[in-house]
């Protein structure tokens, strides 16, 4: 449709979600690892290794005096991580000056798993921890591994936190949620094996993209002619 200012805008059926506030989203993020640690579950956050995951670590570091466990970093988010921290003088000069000396991941309370057995030891330890891994959607890596063990006991949570595909098992988590909130307890197919779904699941808005409300703001904002999507 053409705006009155004559800025064409994608209609509203297109995509009506508005992002949530970044820093509202940490903080929610944040409450909800504080309070399921607290109350002894394990937490798994499913992030794409190039990218979120970082963010997602970055996060935690700042608001690390809120988090009294652990923090877990596996699959080739730690990889990633280590190639960030090879390369500082690439990266924002806020990000880097506050690691001071140290890594600018692993620090604090965040470690990198060593190996296949470290990555057993954490999935089935009984203290409260969270585990950062890829692969985002679920669809396969580390991130699998952990979701299988920790998603049948009610006191651990599943955050997902970024676009979840129609196909994957993320996406089905998200659509679960409701039979979960009637009391139901649905399962879900991962690595090929059935398991009933139990844990808290919830999402948060991370996204690094523009909302509709934001790219309708720049068009306006710049004033064009035309605009080309």
Known sequence: RL?????????????????????????RLMDTLKRVTERGGKVLIPAFALGRAQEVVQIILAYRDQLDCPVFVDGMVRSVCEAYNGFSDLLPKQTVRA?????????????????????????????????????????????VFYASHFVSDERNAILLTGYQDEEAPGRFLQRIMREKDQGQTPTLNLAGKQVSVRCEIDTYSLSAHADESELVAIAQALKPSEVML
């Not at 705006?3 to 508005?18: N, Y």
């Not at 620090?107 to 990198?112: L, P």
């Open 3 to 27: 705006h009155q200012r004559g800025v064409l805008v994608l209609p509203r059926h297109v995509d009506e979600r508005l992002h949530a506030t970044r820093h509202s989203e940490e903080i």
């Open 99 to 143: 690691s001071g000396e140290e890594h600018l991941f692993f620090r604090s309370n965040i470690r990198g798993i060593r190996n296949i057995q470290h990555r057993s030891d954490v999935a089935m330890r009984q203290e409260p921890c969270v585990v950062v891994a890829s692969s985002g959607m679920l669809t396969g890596g580390a991130s």
